[in-house]
C-alpha cells in the first residue's frame, strides 16, 4: 500500500486520483491555502543555498568579494566557469567521475539482480538464504572499520584507481540492492518462468528474457540509488585514488578551500557544474528515488 | 531454525515431480554462477578488510611493516584517551541534536505535504531535492554562506555571537555541522513519513471527523500513534548515519577550531597518517560493535513493521 501510494507520486497521473479519494472522502475538499503557503516559504530554505551557488557562478572576481551574496550578478559573467573549467581541469574530472558512475550502476544493477535472482529462486537451500543475510550485513558495518584496510589491500592489488573506487562503490551498494531485487523477484510470478523453462529455455534464458526486463522498475530505483551514492562521494575516492590527477568531481571541489579561497566566483562556478548532473537526473527520475527511499526503510 | 535448515532441503529433493527434478540438478550450476562472483568479490572487498581491520587492532602495527600482538594494550589506553573520548562526546551530542532536529521538521513537514495543497507533487520534490547534492560540496557552500554572508546579517542587526563567523568559534561550530546535516538528511526522513502517513486508511479520519474530533486530537490521537513505527525506524536510520559523520564536517570545519568538531570517523582516518594505525584500528573496532547494537535495534524494529 505504502509502496504503491508512492510509486504514483510522480507527475501525471496521480493529482487526479488523488483528487478523486478526497472527493469520496466526503467533507472540505478545498485546499489548504494557508498551508501551502507555508511550505512555500518554508522551501526557500532548501532554495536560499541554491540560489546562492547560482548567482555567486555568475558574478565577476570583483562582485564576488564584495560580500552581498544573494545579490544578482551584474554584469552577468562568465568567468568563473572558464576558470574553474581550468583550474580543476573539469573535463578530465567530469569524464573520471562519469567513469566510477557507470561501473557503479551498471556493477550494482548486473550482480544484485543476479545474485538476488539466485537467492529469491533458491530460498529453500541453506548456502543461498545464508548468502543473502553475509551480503546485508555489510549495511551494518560502519564505513571507518573497513576504510583503512581496504586502502591497504587496494594498493595492494594495483587498484588504488577509480576502477578501483567504483568495485568499492558497487559492493557497497550490494546489501541494499540485494535486498530490493530479492524483495522484488519475490512478488513475481513463477508461472511465466516454469512455462518458459518447460519450453526449453535454460536459467540464464529465463533470467535475461523474462525476469531481468520485468524487473526493470527496481532496477530502475537500484540504479538511481547507485548513480547518487556514486556522483556525490566524496570519502571513498579521497581515500583509495592514490594519484591525485585521478581524481572525481567532489574530491576536485577540495582545491577552492585549500588553494584559490578567495576566488569565489570561480568556486561557485566549479560547485555548480559538480552539483548540476545529480540534479538534473533528479528532476527526471524523481518517482523512482521516492519510491526507492520507502521500500528500503520499510522492508 | 537449524531444524528447517537441515530438514528444507531434503523435502525439496523429495518432493518435486520428475521432470522439474531434473531440471533442478542442471540449473543448480547457473544459479550458483550467478551468486558465486557477488560473494567472492564481497569478501575481498568487505569481509576480508573488516577481518584484517579488527585483528590489527591487537597488534602495535604502524600501517606498514613488521608488527607484533599485544593482546588488548590499544583498548585499554583507548578507554583512558580524552582524545577519544572527546571525539565519541561530539558525535554523540552531535547525532542526538541532529536525529531530533531532522525527525520534528520532517515530521510537520510531511503532514503539511499529505495535506491537501495545491502543487502538492512539485513541493514533495523540492523538499526532496537536497538529498540529491553531494554533502561535500552542499558543504563548501554553507561553509560561504556561514563565514561571509551570516556575519554580515548578524553585524547589520547587531546579533551579538552572530557577528563572527560560527565556524571559527569552538563553542558554535556544532550548530553550523547540525544545521547542514539537518538540511541534507530531512528529505529521507521526510518520505518515510509520508509513506508511513498515506499508510493509514482514510476511513480512520472519516470516524474521528463524525466523532467531532479536532485536527489537533486527529493529529494526537490518530497519525502519531499510527506512524511511531516509522519514527522510530527513522529516529534509529538517523542516529547511524550521522555517527558516521564525515563528508560535511570535512567541509565545514575540518574537524576545527582545533578538534572541537571531530567526529569518530575523522578520528579513525587520522590514523592513517598519524602512525597509530593498529590504535585507530582498536577505536574502529569499538565503534563496529556500537553500530551492531544500533543494528540489533533496528533489526527487532523493522521485522515488527513487516508484519504491518
Known amino acids: 500500500m505504502t509502496q504503491q501510494s508512492l510509486l504514483t507520486t510522480g507527475p501525471g497521473q496521480v493529482p487526479v486520483r488523488r483528487r478523486r479519494r478526497f472527493r469520496a472522502s466526503g467533507g472540505q475538499d478545498r485546499p489548504r491555502w494557508q498551508t501551502t503557503v507555508l511550505l512555500v516559504l518554508c522551501s526557500t530554505a532548501v532554495f536560499l543555498p541554491l540560489y546562492a551557488t547560482v548567482v555567486m557562478a555568475f558574478k565577476t572576481a570583483e562582485q564576488s568579494v564584495d560580500g552581498q551574496v544573494f545579490a544578482l550578478p551584474s554584469p552577468v559573467s562568465l568567468d568563473g566557469f572558464v576558470e574553474a573549467w581550468r583550474l580543476t581541469n573539469f573535463p578530465r574530472g567530469f569524464a573520471i567521475s562519469v567513469f566510477v558512475t557507470v561501473v557503479t550502476v551498471v556493477g550494482t544493477v548486473v550482480l544484485a539482480a543476479l545474485a538476488a535472482y539466485a537467492i529469491a529462486r533458491n530460498w529453500d537451500r541453506r548456502f543461498f538464504r545464508w548468502s543473502f543475510f553475509y551480503l546485508l550485513a555489510a549495511m551494518f558495518l560502519p564505513f571507518p572499520v573497513l576504510a583503512l584496510s581496504q586502502v591497504k589491500l587496494t594498493g595492494m592489488v594495483g587498484l588504488d584507481n577509480p576502477l578501483g573506487v567504483a568495485i568499492l562503490h558497487v559492493m557497497f551498494q550490494l546489501s541494499f540492492s540485494v535486498l530490493l531485487f530479492t524483495a522484488f523477484i519475490r512478488g513475481l510470478p513463477e508461472e511465466l518462468e516454469e512455462s518458459a523453462r518447460l519450453d526449453g529455455a535454460s536459467t540464464w534464458q529465463v533470467f535475461r528474457r523474462i525476469v531481468f526486463p520485468m524487473m526493470a522498475p527496481m532496477s530502475a530505483t537500484v540504479a538511481i540509488f547507485a548513480f547518487l551514492a556514486s556522483w556525490n562521494d566524496f570519502m571513498m575516492p579521497s581515500l583509495i585514488t592514490a594519484d591525485s590527477t585521478m581524481q572525481t568531481l567532489p574530491v576536485l571541489q577540495s582545491v577552492f578551500q585549500t588553494q584559490f579561497s578567495s576566488n569565489y566566483n570561480v568556486a561557485f562556478a566549479s560547485y555548480l557544474m559538480a552539483m548540476a548532473p545529480a540534479i538534473v537526473v533528479y528532476l527526471f527520475t524523481q518517482r523512482w528515488v521516492m519510491a526507492g527511499v520507502t521500500q528500503g526503510a520499510i522492508k | 531454525m537449524a531444524t528447517t535448515a537441515a530438514t528444507r532441503p531434503r523435502a525439496v529433493d523429495r518432493a518435486p515431480t520428475p521432470g522439474r527434478g531434473l531440471g533442478r540438478r542442471r540449473v543448480g550450476t547457473t544459479f550458483y554462477l550467478m551468486l558465486v562472483p557477488s560473494l567472492v568479490l564481497f569478501t575481498l572487498s568487505i569481509a576480508l578488510p573488516a577481518i584484517m581491520g579488527i585483528t590489527l587492532s591487537f597488534t602495535d602495527s604502524v600501517g606498514f611493516g613488521e608488527f607484533s600482538f599485544t593482546g588488548f594494550t590499544n583498548y585499554v589506553a583507548l578507554?583512558?584517551?580524552?582524545?577519544?573520548a572527546a571525539s565519541y562526546g561530539f558525535t554523540a551530542g552531535f547525532a542526538l541534536v541532529t536525529v531530533l532536529l531532522v525527525n520534528v521538521l520532517a515530521f510537520l513537514l510531511a503532514i503539511g505535504l499529505t495535506s491537501r495543497i495545491r502543487a502538492k507533487v512539485t513541493l514533495r520534490a523540492v523538499f526532496v531535492l537536497p538529498m540529491v547534492i553531494s554533502a561535500i560540496v552542499i558543504a563548501y557552500v554553507f561553509n560561504f554562506l556561514f563565514s561571509n554572508s551570516l556575519p554580515q546579517l548578524g553585524q547589520a542587526m547587531g546579533l551579538g555571537p552572530l557577528e563572527e563567523s560560527l565556524l571559527a568559534d569552538p563553542d558554535l561550530a556544532w550548530i553550523a555541522i547540525v544545521v547542514v546535516t539537518a538540511w541534507q538528511a530531512i528529505p529521507s526522513a521526510l518520505l518515510i513519513y509520508i509513506a508511513g502517513i498515506l499508510s493509514i486508511p482514510g476511513e480512520v479520519y472519516e470516524a474521528a471527523a463524525m466523532d467531532g474530533a479536532s485536527a489537533i486530537r486527529r493529529l494526537r490521537s490518530i497519525t502519531l500513534p499510527l506512524v511511531a513505527g516509522y519514527v522510530m525506524i527513522n529516529l534509529v536510520i538517523g542516529f547511524k548515519n550521522f555517527l558516521n559523520a564525515y563528508d560535511t564536517i570535512v567541509g565545514l570545519t575540518n574537524g576545527g577550531p582545533g578538534t572541537a568538531t571531530r567526529s569518530v570517523a575523522m578520528t579513525i582516518f587520522s590514523g592513517f597518517t598519524g602512525g597509530d594505525y593498529a590504535y585507530q584500528m582498536a577505536n574502529a573496532t569499538i565503534f563496529f560493535l556500537i553500530a551492531i547494537v544500533l543494528a540489533a535495534v533496528q533489526l527487532r524494529l523493522t521485522r515488527g513493521r513487516s508484519a504491518f
Open chain 2, 79 to 84: 578507554f583512558s584517551d580524552p582524545a577519544i
